[in-house]
C-alpha cells in the first residue's frame, strides 16, 4: 500500500537545473529516512541523496555533492531534489526510497531498501 511517487524529470541542458519531488502515501512519513538512487542505462543503481527523518543527517554521493540538495517536508509528506549544474552524465532514472533505517538507505547500492518509487526520467543533453 506504501506509494512513493516521484515528479519533475524531463530533459535539461547542460548546466541546467531541475526539481525532482516524491510524494509519499502508506507509510508514517516523519519516522522514514527517504532519498533519492538512480540507474542509468546499462549501468549500477547508485545513492545520489539521502536524508534522515528529522532532516538532521544528509549524505551525498561525491558527484552530487556541492550541485544536488535534498530536502523534506514532514508537514506535507514531501521529498525533493533540486539538481544544478547538470551535466550528461546525470542522465538516469531517479528513483524515490523510503526506508525506516538509517543503515539501509544510506548503502550505495540501495540493497535492502524497503520502498521504492517507480522513477522518473532526467535526461541531460550536451
Known amino acids: 500500500q506504501v506509494q512513493l511517487v516521484e515528479s519533475g524529470g524531463g530533459l535539461v541542458q547542460a548546466g541546467g537545473s531541475a526539481r525532482l519531488s516524491c510524494s509519499a502515501s502508506?507509510?508514517?512519513?516523519?519516522?522514514?529516512?527517504m532519498g533519492w538512487f538512480r540507474q542509468a542505462t546499462g549501468k549500477q543503481r547508485e545513492l545520489v541523496a539521502v536524508?534522515?527523518?528529522?532532516?538532521?543527517?544528509?549524505k551525498y554521493s561525491d558527484s552530487a555533492k556541492g550541485r544536488f540538495t535534498i530536502s523534506r517536508d514532514n508537514r506535507k509528506n514531501l521529498v525533493f531534489l533540486q539538481m544544478n549544474n547538470l551535466r550528461p552524465e546525470d542522465t538516469a532514472v531517479y528513483y524515490c526510497?523510503?526506508?525506516?533505517?538509517?543503515?539501509?538507505?544510506?548503502?550505495?547500492?540501495?540493497?535492502?531498501?524497503?520502498?521504492w518509487g517507480q522513477g522518473t526520467q532526467v535526461t541531460v543533453s550536451a
Open positions: 536524508i534522515s527523518n528529522g532532516g538532521r543527517a544528509i
Open positions: 526510497v523510503s526506508d525506516r533505517t538509517w543503515d539501509a538507505i544510506s548503502r550505495e547500492d540501495g540493497g535492502g531498501i524497503d520502498h
Open positions: 502508506g507509510i508514517e512519513f516523519s519516522i522514514h529516512a
